[in-house]
Nanobody, 116 residues
């Protein structure tokens, strides 16, 4: 069982920046950030493997940067040039992969609100 604790959300004006952090209680093979806006499905924002390979959703490329500190079991999401459409609850995700299955763990979510 991996527990995730997120921090860093808040209210920011369009064009501003926020940095999200997520600390895991254990090892994770892949960590990432997802978001869910009101009335919409949860969507992937960015993921990063323990080796540092990252993947971004098209709508955040060039604006968001994901990074992780394996020694601290922490993943970060630096969000720049924020837009009102980025308003959502952001969830941290950790994946632990074994030979036969994958375990997914989720944080409680942190609200990001971007005002125009």
């Amino acid at each position: 069982q991996v527990q995730l604790v997120e921090s860093g959300g808040g209210l920011v004006q369009a064009g501003g920046s926020l940095r999200l952090s997520c600390a895991a209680s254990g090892r994770a093979d892949v960590m990432g950030w997802y978001r869910q806006a009101p009335g919409k499905q949860r969507e992937s924002v960015a993921t990063i493997t323990s080796g540092g390979s990252s993947h971004y959703a098209e709508f955040v490329k060039g604006r968001f940067t994901i990074s992780r500190d394996n020694a601290k079991s922490t993943v970060y999401l630096q969000m720049n040039s924020l837009e009102p459409d980025d308003t959502a609850v952001y969830y941290c995700n950790a994946q632990v992969v074994s030979l036969i299955r994958r375990f997914d763990y989720w944080g409680q979510g942190t609200q990001v609100t971007v005002s125009s």
